[in-house]
């Protein structure tokens, strides 16, 4: 440490000691990094001494060095020469786990390109963006590298959409569409998004389709989908839009799901009908409804709503009415869930962020393309993805306890 301070002393600027600071750790690291994969080999060839042909002669050897390679890190490029092996029963190879053949990033800068891109930050800015946070050694990110990315995502994708669901039980998921412009197709694809609650009250990407929003045939795709691969435990809760054809997919192949409409949904649809002029009083009546600490209270507000408004508004009473029963299941259900269960918000604030990249790229080129970013947006969002408040409650819902207005009724019988 001393030299170091010595040594800053002696420049000066800081920018001169911050760029001989950065230098020597770039040797430190190229360093470690070389004798990592020295120590690598020799283990492997130690572990194959026994190994010899009639000659006595050892199978496993050494046999130079393969020609130096440069790997992009978070210090800038290492210069690296890897040792070869030479393994002369022809049957296997060495193949370094520390360094893989291909490796031209660490994997801290690949992850960085991939939040670039998957940010809004466009190709021909990302060598900046990068210096920026690397420093001015960032290299190798050109078009092309990030034409290969996105075929990695594409690949990624796929295997993630015919993984096993066996054992999986979704305790709540929540449902919905979502539209896309594609610059090579004139229609724009609906994205069919599924979210689920786990058990543990972790909340997890359960399933991305193309599709459209209103069809029951698209959904029903979709659930059969899950459910033979292994999604064979029916969700508790399903929320979602009224407008949506997964209504009646879902009791087709989960019957046994109870349904939550979507307050916010519900509210604009509502609102859509009336008179900008009246619209913040009977915003107002609708968050009474479904703010209100018992059912009785909220059936008691939409009452009210229906009788100030009937005679000038019969389309926002009639679109309120006609999912009367499934707006208030949540009470059905842990106060603690309610936030959680009484809108698809787990959807719509992760799609924020899924709309401002499409928006950057003016539209994906394809269906493919579009279903493959929206897949690594929602990947990446769901790492930050928070618990359910009051998880532990998830295990009594499970269990099949009675709530009433959020309450356990065994509770509410002995406070009484």
Sequence with gaps: MKRLVDFAEKNQGSNTFNSSLEEILRNGARKLLQQ???NEVIEYIDTHKSLKDENNRQLVIRNGYLPERSIQTGLGPLPIKQPRVRDKRGEMSFTSDILPKYMRKTPSVEAVISTLYLKGISTGNFQEALEAILGKNAKGLSPTNITRLKQDW???????????????HYVYIWADGIYFNVR?????PCLLVIIGALPDGKK?????????RESKLSWHEAL?????????????????DGALGFWAALREVFPETQEQRCWVHKTANILDKMAKGVQTNAKNIIHEMYRSPTKADAIKAMNSF????????????ECLLKDKEELFTFYDFPAEHWQHIRTTNPIESTFATVRHRTRQTKGCGSRLATLTMVFK???????HW???????????VIDGTQFKDGEEVNKLKLAV
């Excluded at 594409?154 to 999986?168: F, H, P």
């Excluded at 090579?184 to 724009?188: A, I, T, V």
């Excluded at 997890?204 to 459209?212: C, K, N, S, Y």
């Design 184 to 188: 090579l197709s004139q229609d724009r």
């Design 386 to 396: 928070r618990r359910l408040r009051g998880y532990q409650q998830l295990t009594k």
């Design 306 to 317: 229906v009788e100030i408004y009937q005679a000038k508004y019969p389309k926002a009473c």
């Design 377 to 383: 947006l929602v990947e990446s969002a769901q790492k």
């Design 36 to 38: 990592a994969i020295e």
């Design 224 to 240: 059969i989908n899950l459910r033979e691969r292994g999604l064979t435990i029916s969700p508790l809760l399903a929320v979602g």
């Design 154 to 168: 594409e690949t990624d994708y796929n295997k993630w959409k015919i993984r096993d669901l066996s054992g999986k």
């Design 204 to 212: 997890e990407l359960v399933g991305i389709f193309d599709g459209h």
